[in-house]
């Protein structure tokens, strides 16, 4: 296992980046590194584990090889979780062990990345294993609320961008009546106001 292949995953804003270790039909198993830290936290641990397992590391975004999030975008825990579905996605990982070390367990406000997607996707974790762990701190009557939030915001998104197509083209006619058909408290002469910096001309349409 001392061998590791470099994985990238393209995401919206560049790509996440990851190492692998094992047999890609191996168990997975996806390893989370910690705060400031990157997918080299695992090399000294990832040759003395189980041989026969598929051991990814990832790079969180802004982290390692991985690309930075936009300027003026902000690292919540919440798209760190993102991440973690995203490349579960990429991977075509249904069902994994998850293991996490201090930010992949800890993070603001005490929101741990590795308990949280184990809580928000239940059936795609078959263990959790935490390093150098706090725990997971969390009021009993937040719980109901908090997951079915969370997990609609982050399926939403991830749907949204499955979806995403390139836009069409349209003569400024029928774009007008499609800003119409989508709004209609609108005027067709506020609809061709709004248009004028609400469309791009191209030779296209």
Known sequence: LGMFSELK?????GHIAA???????????????????????????IPLLPRGCCYVAMDFSGH?????????CLYHFLDYVTDVRRVAAA????????MGHSMGNF????????????????????????????GFLFAPED???WLKSKRRVIDRLLSLEAKQQTP??????????????????????GGAILLQRGATETPAG
């Open 107 to 134: 993070y603001f406000s005490y929101c741990f990345i590795s308990p949280q997607f184990s809580f928000l996707y239940p059936e795609m974790v078959d263990k959790l294993i935490l390093l150098e762990s706090l």
């Open 91 to 98: 991977l075509q990982w249904r069902r994994f062990t998850l």
């Open 168 to 189: 069409k083209a349209r003569s400024p006619e029928a774009a007008l009546q499609r800003l119409l058909e989508a709004n209609s408290h609108l005027t067709a002469e």
């Open 143 to 145: 719980t109901e609320t």
């Open 9 to 13: 995953f393209p995401v919206p804003w």
């Open 19 to 45: 190492k692998a270790w094992g047999p890609l039909e191996g168990h997975p198993v996806l390893c989370l590194h910690g705060w400031l830290d990157n997918a080299n936290t695992f090399d000294k641990l």
């Open 64 to 72: 390692g090889l991985s690309s930075h999030r936009p300027a003026g």
